[in-house]
């Protein structure tokens, strides 16, 4: 399982900082996505997020 990234994010950045797994990334148009293959699901991006925008995929 991995996480994703849903419509509520208003792309702050403050998940990307947070991910040890270097697994979220800034898209084009200022989207952020998370990479489920290198996402370990350890859940610290969804606890800083402040839009609660990242949940289970
Ligand atoms: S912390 Fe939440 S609102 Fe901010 S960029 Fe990440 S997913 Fe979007
Ligand atoms: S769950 Fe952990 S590894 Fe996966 S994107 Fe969030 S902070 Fe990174």
Redesign the pocket.
């Known amino acids: 399982m991995a996480y994703e990234?849903n419509g509520r994010?208003?792309?702050?950045?403050?998940?990307m900082s947070a991910c040890s797994m270097d697994a979220i990334r800034r898209g084009w148009f200022g989207g952020?996505k998370i990479d489920p293959d290198l996402c370990d699901s350890c859940g610290a991006?969804k606890w800083?997020?402040?839009?609660k925008?990242?949940v289970p995929d």
């Open positions: 990234i994010c208003n792309s702050c950045g403050k998940c952020y991006c800083v997020c402040p839009q925008a990242i």
